[in-house]
């Protein structure tokens, strides 16, 4: 058991519906992300290398903070965890709630109010790198460092991520609370 670091990158920033891919630090190729942009309620799925679909991020619509959804299971219709914001131009957090079997199907109005975080997610002042950890115990899940991009570099340059997760913690649940937590912020950014 060892720490991992994933690149996350995406070929186009312009263009949402085309892929990020995960790549580990000797560019073995992990996961794909598809994240399209005609999907109103930004549905993202993470398939492995094979094309085999793993997990589904879904952005809840009409609520009063962002939250996202992260499903798997059959037809990805499991939920297993509920990631809610709290985003203002000061402060960006979010708290991650799981589920226990049986998992609640992702068209169920599920309530996540009597469950206690699993975990936290905060950004430092800028936004771009955060932190996954355990509020309770302060252990640290992983962390995420985001490479910025000037205006001129933005249409012709990948989007960059590296995603450091802790030994003995699941890659792709990681990974999935990074996603949903980077869409989130890009959501408020535009």
Same mark, same amino acid.
Request: hydrophobic content about 35%; aromatic content about 8%.
């Given at each position: ?97 799981? =589920?226990?079997?049986? =998992? ?28 996954? =950890? ?57």
């Amino acid at each position: 058991n060892k720490e991992i670091t994933l690149s996350v990158r995406e070929k186009v920033r312009m263009n949402r519906d085309n892929c990020f891919k995960v790549y580990d630090l000797n560019n073995t190729e992990f996961f794909k992300i598809n994240s399209p942009i005609n999907s109103m309620r930004g549905k993202h799925v993470i398939s492995d290398v094979n094309g085999e679909e793993l997990a589904k991020m879904k952005k809840k619509l009409l609520s009063l903070h962002p939250t996202w959804h992260l499903n798997s299971g059959p037809k990805l219709e499991s939920r297993l965890a509920t990631l809610v914001f709290d985003l203002t131009l000061l402060k960006k957090k979010a708290r991650c709630y799981v =589920y226990s079997p049986p =998992y609640p199907h992702e068209d169920d109005d599920t309530k996540y109010e009597h469950l206690r975080p699993v975990l936290v997610i905060k950004s430092d002042v800028s936004g771009r790198d955060f932190k996954m =950890y355990d509020e309770v115990t302060n252990e640290v899940w992983g962390s995420v460092i985001r490479r910025t991009h000037g205006n001129s570099e933005m249409l012709v340059e990948t989007d960059n991520y590296t995603v450091t997760i802790q030994p003995g913690v699941d890659v792709l649940f990681m990974l999935s609370l990074a996603m949903m937590y980077t869409y989130a912020l890009d959501d408020i950014e535009h």
